[in-house]
């Protein structure tokens, strides 16, 4: 089983549009959380880290639910540039293990006109 | 202050040649990472250190190695390259000390092995 699971999608939604992105993890030990988002052709760069209160920033708001083991990320009033493949990773590691970073597969948005 | 940078950021190999893939970061960070993409597969880990002279295997390092002998720095090679070698390799280094870890990525080196 993978540590990280999510629905690759794809999302096709008109601008403007609310959009949802759900992962789960495997292993109750994780640690931290976070999105990326990785344009084509392109390096995966942080979009937001998830804290277990939930946070937003902009027009992103995401959250965790620890019981679960459930990751979301919100995406309100939709731009053509968000379209993007979003990355659900989860930090597991302690020790000399601290940094590492386990990604899933990530969910593909395409944002039309 | 340009982050992770990678070199070269294209190369086309024949089988059985070899290459270093360069990275390096100017943030001082402790933990370094050699990730492959491949369609359909997400990112894998091939090999990481978490310092100076440290390197441990991820969670596809067949066929590579790595050494790490300054901070800043980390290669990667590939001693006798196969098609199947043939992916976008992405570099990431991530600070020990700043929860909650997040990884910084280089721009990628696309390799195809023919």
């Known amino acids: 089983r993978k540590e990280v699971e999510q629905d690759p999608g794809p999302f096709n939604v008109p601008e403007g549009a609310t959009v949802a992105f759900n992962c789960t993890y495997s292993?109750?030990?994780?640690?931290?959380f976070f999105w990326y988002r990785q344009d084509c052709r392109k390096e995966p760069k942080l979009l937001m880290s998830?804290?277990?209160s939930g946070n937003e920033d902009g027009r992103f708001t995401a959250q965790l639910n620890r019981a679960s083991q459930y990751i979301s990320l919100l995406i309100r009033d939709s731009k053509l540039s968000d379209s993007a493949t979003y990355l659900c990773?989860?930090?597991?590691?302690?020790?000399?293990?601290?940094?590492?970073?386990?990604f899933g597969r990530g969910t593909q948005l395409t944002v039309w006109p | 202050n340009a982050g992770v940078t990678q070199t070269p950021k294209f190369r086309v190999l024949k089988t059985g040649q070899s290459m270093t893939l360069l990275c390096a970061q100017d943030?001082?960070?402790?933990?370094m990472y050699w990730y492959r993409q491949d369609p359909g597969m997400g990112l894998r880990l091939i090999h990481y250190?978490?310092?100076?002279?440290?390197?441990a295997k991820g969670e596809v390092p067949d066929g590579y190695n790595v050494s790490r002998l300054k901070k800043q720095n980390f290669l990667l090679g590939l001693e006798s390259a196969a098609p199947s070698q043939t992916s976008v390799y992405f570099c990431?280094?991530?600070?020990?000390?700043?929860?909650?870890?997040?990884?910084?990525f280089g721009p990628g080196t696309r390799l195809t092995v023919t």
């Open positions: 990431a280094s991530s600070s020990d000390r700043l929860y909650p870890y997040e990884q910084y």
């Open positions: 292993n109750s030990a994780s640690q931290s």
């Open positions: 998830v804290y277990s």
């Open positions: 990773v989860v930090n597991i590691g302690r020790g000399s293990t601290l940094g590492r970073l386990y």
């Open positions: 943030m001082n960070h402790e933990y």
């Open positions: 250190s978490v310092g100076e002279g440290t390197t």
